[in-house]
C-alpha cells in the first residue's frame, strides 16, 4: 500500500482498506476533510498495477486544475486531459475529464466503442458527486453510475449529505458491492461570527458554546440611510478592515451579483492589506503572467490586484481568473470578491469565509439560502496546515434576523434528490444496444426511482391517511347488522317509490277531468308503487335513529375512496414518471423517423450523437440541410442563436447579422414550430432557443474584428461572450464528428472553430 508522508484520518483509513479490498465507496465528509488523498491512493494503486484510472469533475476550470496538480505530481506523461474542447493524452494511465465527458464515453457515440474507451480502467473517481443535485445537469452523474460496468471501482467523492446512506445503497444496487465512508470531522474546525453594522469596528461570536444565539446580537435596524448618505456607509471595508486587524485574511467575500463583487473591489481600494515584500512578489507573478497574455495588459482591475484585491465570477475572462487564482494560492491576494461558483471545488481554501447575506435572488424570486449552499461556501474557510480555526462571518441585515441566521448555520445537511430525466439522446442510445423491456430494466435504476418512497413520502403518508379513514368509516356498524350494499338499496328502492308516487299524482290530475280515475296506466304504477314500498318497507332503515349518521358516513366514505383511487393513480404515475417521460421520448422519435421497428435508424444513430439542449431540434436542422451551404462564420452564427438562452435585455448589437445566417434562422423557425406542437402534445418541455442576441459578435470575431471592439457593442461581461463562443465551438465540433454530414459542413465547422479559439477565448 502506498504511504502517504502524514497520519491518515480514520475515515481516510477506512476507505484506503475498502479500496484495496476491491469495493466501490462513497466517501461523505465536509469540505477540506481531505477527500483528495482517498482519490491519490487510487491512483497510487493504477499506476503500480499497470491499470488505468479516470477522475471526473463538475467543471472544466476543476478539471484544468486536477489535470496541472496530477501532472505535476505524478507526471506529465502519466496523465491526460479530456473536456469537450480539449483533448491531451487520452490514452494515458491517469485521464482527468469533465463527468459529461465519461457519462458520453459510457453509450457507443463519437467518442468510440465502451469496450475501447474503458481499456485497462480499474478505478473511476466521481469527483463532487453531490452535483447530481443540479437542476441541469445532474442526470449526467446518475447515467455515470447506472451505465459504468460493474467491472470498474467507482470513489464517489461528496461533501456531507442527508441522504449518504440511501445515496451507497443505491449504488450497490446497481453498479456493484458499496462500502459508505462517512465523518462529520473537520480538521481545521470552524467558528461563526455575526458582524452588526452598527458595530463597525468589531465582529461577534455567532453562537454561545452550548449552541445558542449571542444575546449581544441584536436585529439589524432597517435603515434610515437614503441616497448619498447610504453611498458614505462603506460596511464592506468595515469588514475587511476589522478582519485585517484581527489577522482573519485571507479571505473568501461571497455575495450573489456579479457587480456587487466589483463594487466591492472597488470600495477596499484605499486599504493596506499587503507587505513591501508581498506587493513585490505581486509585480512579479503579475508581470509574468502578462507576457503570456498581453490582452490584459490595459485590464482596469489591474489596480487592485497589485493592493491585494480581486474580484472572481463568471462575467471576467478566463485568463483573469486564472491569474487570480494563482495569486490567491500562493497568499498574494488578501480578499478575493466572488460569487458562489467559486464554492464548487476550485482550490482556493482560505483562513475567513464571508457571506453577504443569507438569501439570494433567483428567477423565481428571494429566497434563504439551503443548508448544503451555505455549507459549501463556509467550507472554503480553514485551510488544512496552516490554520487552526477558520473563521465564517455573516453580514446581519434587515431583511433576516439573527434568529434566522443561527437556525442555517445550525441546520444538517440536505439530502440528495434525483434530477435524472430521459431525453432524445438517452432513448436512441439505449435503443441501439437493447430491447425495450432491458432499457426499461436501466430507467428503473435510476437514483429518482430508487429513492420515490423517499420522494413522495408526503403524498404516501396522505394514502395511509385515506386507508385509515376509509376503514375507520367501514367500521361504523348497523344496529340492524345490515351492510352499506343493503343500506343503499333501501334508499335506491325509497328513491324509486317517491318517483313512482309522483307520477301516480301526475297521471291523476291529468284524468281527473275526464272523470278516469281507474285507467290502466293509473292502476299500473299504483301497483309499482306499492310493490316497491313493501320491499323497502322489509328494512327497518326508514325507523333508525342513526339513518342519518349512516347515510352520511357512507357519502363521506364514497368521497374518501375517490381520493384514495386518484391519489393511488398519482403515485404509480409519480413512480413510473421516468418510464412515461422515455416513452413520450420515443413516441416523437417514431414520428419523425428516428426509430423504426424499436431501433434507431440512420437519422437516429446521427441524433444519439449529439449533446445539446434539445437533440432532435438540432438533428433535424442539419438533416434539412440549412447548416450545408453556410461559410463558417454563418455556420457559426447559426449555432450561436440555437444555443443562447432568452436574455432579460432587450438591447440587441447595432452590426446586423448576415443575409444568410436571417434565412437559416426563418427556416429554423418552422422547425421548432412543428417539434413544439408534438411536444406539447407529448407533456414534454424540452427547450428550443433561436436567439440571434451573439450573433453578430461571432460573425465579426471570425471576421477578425479586435476582441476590444466585439466587447463594447453589448452590455454583456466579457466571460458571458467567451463562455456562448465556448459553446459554439461545443456544438461545431460535434458535427465536425458525425456520420452522413457533408465534407464541406465538416470542413466549414473546423474552420469556424479555429478562428473563434484565439485569445482571449482559447485560455482555459
Excluded at 482519490?39 to 491499470?51: G, N, P, R
Excluded at 474546525?189 to 455567532?206: G, V
Excluded at 485568463?319 to 464548487?344: D, M, N, Y
Excluded at 317517491?498 to 293509473?522: D, F, S
Aim: some cysteine; overall charge positive; hydrophobic content about 35%.
Amino acid at each position: 500500500m502506498y504511504k502517504f508522508d502524514f497520519e491518515l484520518d480514520d475515515f481516510q483509513k477506512q476507505a484506503v482498506e475498502a479500496i484495496d479490498n476491491k469495493k466501490s465507496i462513497v466517501v461523505c465528509a465536509p469540505t477540506g476533510a481531505g477527500k483528495t488523498c482517498i482519490a491519490e491512493h487510487a491512483i497510487h494503486k493504477a499506476l503500480e498495477e499497470d491499470t488505468r484510472l479516470f477522475y471526473t469533475t463538475p467543471l472544466k476550470a476543476l478539471s484544468n486544475q486536477k489535470f496541472y496538480d496530477f501532472g505535476n505530481k505524478y507526471g506529465k506523461g502519466n496523465v491526460g486531459l479530456l473536456t469537450g474542447d480539449t483533448s491531451i493524452n487520452r490514452d494515458a494511465p491517469i485521464v482527468v475529464m469533465t463527468t459529461e465527458v465519461f457519462r458520453n464515453m459510457l453509450y457507443n457515440t463519437n467518442f468510440g466503442k465502451v469496450k475501447d474507451n474503458l481499456n485497462g480502467v480499474k478505478y473511476v473517481v466521481l469527483d463532487e458527486v453531490h452535483y447530481m443535485n443540479d437542476e441541469q445537469r445532474g442526470t449526467v452523474w446518475e447515467e455515470s453510475i447506472i451505465y459504468c460496468p460493474s467491472s470498474v471501482q467507482i470513489i464517489a467523492l461528496s461533501a456531507t449529505i442527508a441522504n449518504s446512506k440511501q445515496l451507497c445503497d443505491w449504488i450497490n444496487s446497481v453498479h456493484s458491492k458499496t462500502e459508505l465512508i462517512y465523518t462529520d470531522f473537520r480538521p481545521v474546525p470552524l467558528r461563526h461570527y455575526y458582524f452588526d453594522s452598527s458595530k463597525p469596528n468589531e465582529i461577534l461570536p455567532l453562537l454561545t458554546p452550548d449552541g445558542k444565539l449571542n444575546r449581544r446580537i441584536k436585529p439589524e435596524k432597517k435603515s434610515s440611510y437614503y441616497g448619498k448618505q447610504a453611498k458614505k456607509l462603506n460596511t464592506v471595508k468595515d469588514i475587511v478592515s476589522v478582519l485585517h486587524e484581527k489577522s482573519m485574511l485571507p479571505a473568501i467575500y461571497f455575495t450573489f451579483s456579479r457587480k456587487k463583487c466589483d463594487e466591492n473591489m472597488e470600495k477596499c481600494s484605499q486599504i493596506n492589506l499587503i507587505t513591501d515584500e508581498e506587493a513585490k512578489q505581486i509585480r512579479i507573478e503579475i508581470s509574468e503572467f502578462l507576457k503570456e497574455h498581453t490582452y490584459l495588459e490595459g485590464n482596469k482591475n489591474l489596480e487592485y490586484l497589485y493592493n491585494g484585491i480581486a474580484s472572481h465570477h463568471a462575467g471576467l475572462l478566463p485568463a483573469w481568473k486564472l491569474l487570480v487564482e494563482r495569486l490567491f494560492q500562493k497568499g498574494l491576494i488578501k480578499v478575493v470578491f466572488a460569487t458562489e461558483t467559486l464554492a464548487a471545488g476550485i482550490n482556493m481554501p482560505a483562513r475567513t469565509t464571508v457571506i453577504s447575506s443569507i438569501s439570494k435572488r433567483t428567477d423565481s424570486g428571494h429566497r434563504v439560502l439551503t443548508s448544503n449552499e451555505f455549507l459549501q461556501m463556509s467550507g472554503r474557510a480553514g485551510r488544512r496546515g496552516m490554520d487552526k480555526i477558520g473563521y465564517v462571518v455573516v453580514i446581519g441585515t434587515q431583511f433576516h434576523s439573527p434568529d434566522e441566521v443561527a437556525e442555517l448555520v445550525k441546520s444538517p445537511s440536505n439530502p440528495l434528490e434525483s434530477q435524472f430525466s430521459p431525453g432524445y439522446s438517452m432513448v436512441l442510445n439505449l435503443l441501439q444496444n437493447l430491447e425495450l423491456e432491458q432499457a426499461k430494466e436501466l430507467i428503473l435504476k435510476s437514483f429518482g426511482y430508487f429513492s420515490s418512497h423517499d420522494r413522495l413520502k408526503p403524498v404516501i403518508m396522505q394514502q395511509i391517511n385515506y386507508e385509515q379513514t376509509i376503514a375507520k368509516l367501514k367500521d361504523e356498524k348497523c344496529p340492524h347488522g345490515f351492510s352499506n350494499q343493503d343500506f343503499l338499496e333501501f334508499n335506491k328502492l325509497k328513491e324509486k317509490y317517491i318517483v313512482y308516487r309522483k307520477l301516480v299524482k301526475t297521471l291523476l290530475k291529468q284524468t281527473k277531468p275526464k272523470g278516469n280515475k281507474n285507467a290502466p296506466e293509473v292502476i299500473e304504477y299504483e301497483n309499482l308503487s306499492r310493490d316497491i314500498r313493501k320491499q323497502y318497507e322489509k328494512y327497518p332503515c326508514g325507523l333508525c335513529k342513526g339513518y342519518k349518521k349512516h347515510r352520511k358516513n357512507i357519502e363521506v366514505l364514497e368521497r374518501y375512496e375517490k381520493k384514495y383511487k386518484e391519489i393511488c393513480k398519482n403515485i404509480e404515475k409519480q413512480k413510473d414518471i421516468y418510464w412515461e417521460k422515455f416513452l413520450a421520448h420515443k413516441e416523437i422519435l417514431e414520428k419523425t423517423g428516428y426509430i423504426e421497428n424499436g431501433s434507431p435508424t440512420n437519422k437516429g444513430v446521427l441524433c444519439s450523437m449529439l449533446r445539446t439542449e434539445n437533440e432532435l431540434y438540432l438533428s433535424e436542422i442539419i438533416l434539412q440541410g440549412l447548416l450545408d451551404n453556410l461559410e463558417p462564420f454563418e455556420l457559426a452564427s447559426v449555432i450561436c442563436a440555437l444555443i443562447t438562452e432568452d436574455l432579460r435585455t432587450d438591447v440587441y448589437p447595432n452590426v446586423p447579422i448576415s443575409k444568410n445566417t436571417r434565412k437559416a434562422l426563418n427556416k429554423i423557425k418552422e422547425i421548432r414550430k412543428k417539434i413544439t406542437i408534438m411536444q406539447r402534445e407529448a407533456e414534454i418541455d424540452t427547450p428550443m432557443y433561436i436567439n440571434s442576441f451573439y450573433c453578430s459578435l461571432v460573425e465579426q470575431w471570425i471576421q477578425n474584428t479586435p476582441w476590444e471592439d466585439i466587447s463594447k457593442q453589448v452590455d454583456s461581461s466579457e466571460g458571458d461572450i467567451v463562455r456562448i463562443f465556448k459553446r459554439i465551438v461545443d456544438i461545431l465540433r460535434q458535427l465536425t464528428m458525425l456520420p452522413n454530414v457533408s465534407d464541406r459542413l465538416k470542413a466549414n465547422a473546423r474552420e469556424a472553430v479555429n478562428c473563434i479559439l484565439k485569445e482571449p477565448v482559447d485560455v482555459e
